[in-house]
């Protein structure tokens, strides 16, 4: 129960957090402090994928930026706040500011008034907290908002058909590799677990008075994954990030970047990460498999004309 019990707080601190990035026109507030996270890249295109809670001139959404050709962020749809693209490129799945788990096609986009399939509708106080895809045909999500245990776990809605199915049972934050053959998923926050051809195997287990992890996610080959850990910096009495990888094959845990999280793959196999600059924003930072060449290639100032 401490795991799903934790992750519906984050839920519910997620949904609180999305009412409070409004824009004008809005019923609430507009957020003073703008920032980014919930990033995913596809194996396609350079674009990565990113919330950003929206300010008094931008609506809150999921946004995508050319890595590469830069220029100003493009909004995909409004009113979302976790999206995943499917390693196909071509579609994206992402969670409404109500909780509801739907689907877009990336060829033609009307941000605003998307044309979108509800995959599933677990809203309106929340529910899924993470989604990520299994292949190009598989969505993983976590179900949190129920009243008993027997329905917190992972969930794998097909698509087209959008059967599903509960495929992990207290699991969350799941994520597979590009070809869907393997999960990865934390459970009770600090145990970091494998899923390949029905066998479970467990990678990391940290002490219940460690940093938990959070949002892991597989590298397209499945050999390594990338996560980052939350603490409490008592000195500062502030939350603090750092982002990790881990190797499959060896057991190492690699030390990345220092205030990141959110971190995601690229298709080069480097890892882009939202990083907290000051109390004021947030960035998009990208760094390679060993933490080394740490570069911004994001910030809040672009998303208005210099």
Avoid at 187 to 193: C, E, I, M
Wanted: glycine residues 8%.
């Amino acid at each position: 129960m401490a795991n799903a019990t934790a992750v519906i707080i984050a839920a519910g601190l997620a949904i609180v957090a999305c009412k409070d990035k409004s824009v004008p026109g809005d019923d609430l507030p507009p957020r003073l402090i703008p920032y980014m996270e919930y990033l995913s890249t596809s194996t396609v295109d350079d674009y990565v994928y990113f919330f950003f809670g929206g300010d008094t001139v931008f609506a809150g959404g999921i946004y995508r930026y050319d890595v590469v050709s830069g220029g100003q962020p493009e909004l995909v749809v409004a009113r979302a706040f976790a999206a995943a693209v499917s390693p196909c490129g071509d579609q994206l799945a992402y969670i409404s500011y109500f909780g509801e788990l739907c689907l877009i096609g990336l060829d033609t986009l009307n941000p605003d008034q998307p044309d979108f399939t509800l995959l599933a509708p677990v809203g309106p106080v929340g529910g899924a907290t993470s989604v990520r895809w299994r292949g190009c045909d598989r969505v993983l999500f976590d179900y949190a908002a129920c009243e008993q245990d027997s329905c917190y776990g992972v969930y794998e809605i097909a698509v087209p058909s959008l059967e599903s199915k509960l495929l992990i049972r207290s699991g969350g934050t799941a994520a597979s590799d590009a070809r869907g053959a393997a999960i990865v998923y934390v459970s009770d926050a600090f145990t970091l677990n494998l899923q390949h051809d029905g066998q479970i195997d467990t990678l990391l287990h940290f002490h219940p008075n460690d940093r938990p992890i959070s949002f892991p996610l597989l590298s397209q080959a499945g050999d390594k994954i990338a996560y980052h850990r939350v603490w409490v910096d008592t000195a500062e009495h502030r939350m603090r990030y750092d982002g990790e990888v881990f190797e499959i094959a060896t057991g190492e845990i690699r030390h990345v970047a220092d205030g990141a999280t959110f971190l995601t793959w690229t298709r080069d196999r480097r890892i882009l990460y939202s990083g907290l600059d000051s109390v004021k924003f947030r960035e998009i930072w990208m760094t390679d498999e060993n933490g080394t060449g740490h570069e911004q290639v994001l910030e809040y100032d672009d998303f208005y004309e210099r």
